[in-house]
């Protein structure tokens, strides 16, 4: 099976900027799609970003486009979430995730993000 981590996650200002990672073991990230959601306290677990490793195909919340880019580094096995122009919104447990078809059925054991308002 393949195995997610998540890191990069911590405090930022409100404006800045933050780059989470998510190494995948196991299996290469070829023949998957990976994306990365968020849960926010009191609210319901969210899409944030995803990244079809076979085409290079990207789709992106409404919330997040044009500050948040995904992209993948296939020698390292790893997916990244580059996040700009931060808000206190962004704030929530991230998570990376993996899927071969419909069902994300993989996921990473979360990484705390922060945005001090």
């Known amino acids: 099976q393949v195995q997610l981590v998540e890191s990069g996650g911590g405090l930022a200002q409100t404006g800045g900027s933050l780059r989470l990672a998510c190494a995948a073991s196991g299996r290469t990230y070829s023949r998957y799609v990976t994306g990365w959601f968020r849960q926010a306290p009191g609210k319901e677990r969210e899409f944030v970003a995803a990244l079809a490793w076979m085409d290079g195909s990207t789709r992106y919340a409404d919330s997040v486009k044009g500050r948040f880019t995904i992209s993948g580094d296939s020698a390292k096995n790893t997916v990244y979430l580059q996040m700009n122009s931060l808000k206190s919104e962004d704030t929530a447990v991230y998570y990376c995730?993996?899927?071969?078809?419909?069902?994300?059925?993989?996921w990473g054991q979360g990484t705390q993000v922060t945005v001090s308002s």
């Open positions: 995730a993996a899927k071969r078809s419909r069902e994300w059925d993989y």
